[in-house]
């Protein structure tokens, strides 16, 4: 990927990205940055919002008990759907 001209903040965080996926690879650069946590936390949120944009609650503590148990559903399908690696020697 071409250098940007570094005329703005985001050019020169941009270019400075390239520089480092280039000099140390693109595997370094991820786990270094924290890459994949970042978008596997985005997407949990996703998951989050797609079981309902609005909250049904309207007192506090049992909107803090609907959003908790929300999350326990989405952990309990993510656990579901994770498979089990078992090493075979």
């Not at 520089?19 to 970042?38: D, E, I, L, M, N």
């Not at 936390?41 to 049904?56: F, H, P, Q, T, V």
């Amino acid at each position: 990927m071409p250098a940007w001209k570094e005329d703005c903040p985001a050019a020169i965080a941009r270019n400075e990205t390239l520089r480092a996926t280039r000099h140390y690879g693109r595997a370094f650069w991820k786990r270094w940055t924290g890459y994949h946590a970042r978008s596997r936390i985005e997407a949990k949120m996703r998951c989050l919002k797609d079981s309902g944009e609005r909250i049904a609650a309207r007192d506090p503590d049992r909107q803090t008990a609907e959003i908790q148990i929300r999350i326990a559903l989405m952990n309990r399908f993510s656990a579901l759907g994770t498979a089990e690696i078992v090493r075979v020697a």
